[in-house]
């Protein structure tokens, strides 16, 4: 552990933390974090990072400290995540004008502002037709004269 750690059962309170390299097999690692712990794991090749994230994909969030913009292209554009920082951590989530949600396990959809509004309702779309009359040239087979029709209007 490199900070904090510390709580309080009758406050049910802990303070934020931050975990130093925890084994991929920890509980810390098995679940998604929703609370002032935050792992920090160091790599020494791509490949290391490719490897804890196929041990959990697609996480809730991605953070990239990097000044290398290949670097964090190529990790952002192959790794699935909901939502990331480059060179922060939690920013992702604070503007109501963007969305924020995860993907797969880590949950679906989008929410905050309108976008939680959207992804919470269902739009439903219904097509009213006249019942007192029904123009036979809506249904197939078609006259010579009705495609010709058609076709012109489609032009």
């Given at each position: 552990?490199?900070?904090?750690?510390?709580?309080?059962?009758?406050?049910?309170?802990?303070?934020?933390?931050?975990?130093?390299?925890?084994?991929?097999?920890?509980?810390?690692?098995?679940?998604?974090?929703?609370?002032?712990?935050?792992?920090?794991?160091?790599?020494?090749?791509?490949?290391?990072?490719?490897?804890?994230?196929?041990?959990?994909?697609?996480?809730?969030?991605?953070?990239?400290?990097?000044?290398?913009?290949?670097?964090?292209?190529?990790?952002?554009?192959?790794?699935?995540?909901?939502?990331?920082a480059i060179?922060?951590?939690?920013?992702?989530?604070?503007?109501?004008?963007?969305?924020?949600?995860?993907?797969?396990?880590?949950?679906?959809?989008?929410?905050h502002g309108?976008?939680?509004?959207?992804?919470?309702?269902?739009?439903?779309?219904?097509?009213?037709?006249?019942?007192?009359?029904?123009?036979?040239?809506?249904?197939?087979?078609?006259?010579?004269?009705?495609?010709?029709?058609?076709?012109?209007?489609?032009?």
């Open positions: 552990m490199l900070f904090g750690g510390n709580s309080s059962s009758d406050d049910l309170k802990l303070e934020p933390t931050v975990v130093n390299e925890p084994s991929l097999e920890s509980p810390l690692m098995q679940d998604e974090i929703f609370g002032p712990i935050i792992p920090v794991l160091t790599y020494e090749t791509t490949a290391d990072i490719y490897k804890v994230i196929s041990h959990n994909p697609e996480p809730l969030a991605l953070y990239i400290f990097s000044q290398q913009d290949s670097f964090i292209r190529e990790l952002t554009r192959n790794i699935s995540f909901g939502g990331g060179n922060d951590t939690l920013v992702q989530f604070l503007s109501q004008k963007v969305p924020f949600g995860g993907r797969g396990e880590s949950g679906m959809g989008c929410y309108k976008h939680g509004f959207d992804t919470f309702s269902h739009f439903k779309t219904i097509a009213k037709t006249p019942s007192m009359f029904d123009l036979s040239f809506r249904y197939p087979p078609y006259k010579e004269r009705v495609i010709k029709a058609l076709k012109r209007l489609v032009e």
